[in-house]
């Protein structure tokens, strides 16, 4: 396993999984994570492997061939219909969800594709991005969702990203380097608005 680079999130829902076995005599289990091009390698032994659907996340893996993590720390595991990833204390009103959706939205469709993103194919639908296609990252809304639940968990924002999707008002079609500070530029999807989600988005503004 090739070893360049330093990374502190890894995070996904598994796409499937497969075992690999190195020259030297270990195994491990390759995660494949949709939208992320390189597997996660996690030890055959260890306590918790990840299933298909899984929501997975893991800080501090090393970045090489694979994403590699060599189990000194906890791989976090979230089963398919347990997606929520706030306390259940912290619970949030309905308008403050249909604010969360209203304000992603409105971000992507006053948002044209960068140049940058421009070209790239989105894995879930096919098309290829341009300027008629609005975007939104975790980040460009990072503040705006923070006002709208001032108490609770970042982990949030990933929920809402992931209802969105669920609905086919978004999809993830590329990765850009976090410009949070302590993550030191590692990868988080894009999204694109769907037609549906163009939709959606006029009926809430």
Known sequence: MNASSQTTLFEGRVERTAYHDTQRGER????????????????????????DGDHISATDV????????????????????????WKPTQNITTEQRQQAYSAV????????????????????CGEIMGPQFGSVSADD????????????????NGAIFLRLTKRGLLHPFGLTPTKRPHCHASKIPIYHLTKKGMEEAVKLL
């Open 28 to 51: 491990f289990l390759l995660v494949f994570v949709f939208g992320v091009e390189k597997p996660l390698a996690v030890p055959e032994k260890w306590k918790r492997v990840p299933n």
């Open 62 to 85: 090393t970045e090489g061939d694979v994403f590699w993590f060599v189990g000194h720390r906890s791989v976090v595991t979230i089963g398919p219909q347990d997606f929520v990833v």
């Open 105 to 124: 939205l409105a971000f992507a469709r006053g948002h044209p594709c960068s140049k940058e993103q421009q070209g790239q194919k989105c894995s879930e």
């Open 141 to 156: 809304v990072e503040e705006t969702l923070q006002q709208i639940f001032p108490d609770r968990d970042k982990h949030i």
